[in-house]
């Protein structure tokens, strides 16, 4: 008797699909103000700008906080019209390194420092 066949699973891109493992009761996650001006999408590493607060895209050049990683977005959300409420892992979970979405540019040292921010804050890179 041969091995049974069984088609490859193809999973589609989807929020929070990046999560490895995460605390129990959504203790990982946070409602926090997402800002920026473009349409960012779920495992976006996200730095948080000083003077508002609020969570932008990862932007290894700036001087304005978003330079430190300090959060991955849980699900996609349009900030083109404005600032909106999201969703995000900011601690104590695992996550697939190769579906989180980096800086267009962004260098292996730039990916290696923000890793080394994300697992200060207790997100573990995989």
């Not at 999408?41 to 700036?62: D, E, M, R, W």
């Not at 699900?75 to 989180?100: F, H, M, P, Y």
């Amino acid at each position: 008797m041969g091995a049974p066949t069984v088609p490859p699973l193809n999973e589609q891109w989807h929020d929070g699909g990046f999560i490895v493992s995460e605390a129990n009761g959504h203790q990982s996650r946070d409602q926090v103000t997402l800002t920026g001006g473009v349409l960012v999408l779920a495992g976006t590493v996200l730095g948080k700008v000083t003077t508002s607060g609020s969570l932008a895209p990862l932007n290894p050049a700036g001087s304005d906080g978003s330079q430190t990683a300090a959060a991955i977005l849980h699900g996609t959300r349009d900030a083109t019209q404005g600032d909106r409420q999201a969703t995000v892992i900011d601690r104590n979970a695992e996550v697939n390194a190769s579906e989180l979405i980096w800086p267009s540019g962004a260098t292996p040292a730039q990916i290696t420092t923000a890793t080394q921010q994300l697992l200060a804050v207790g997100i573990i890179l995989r």
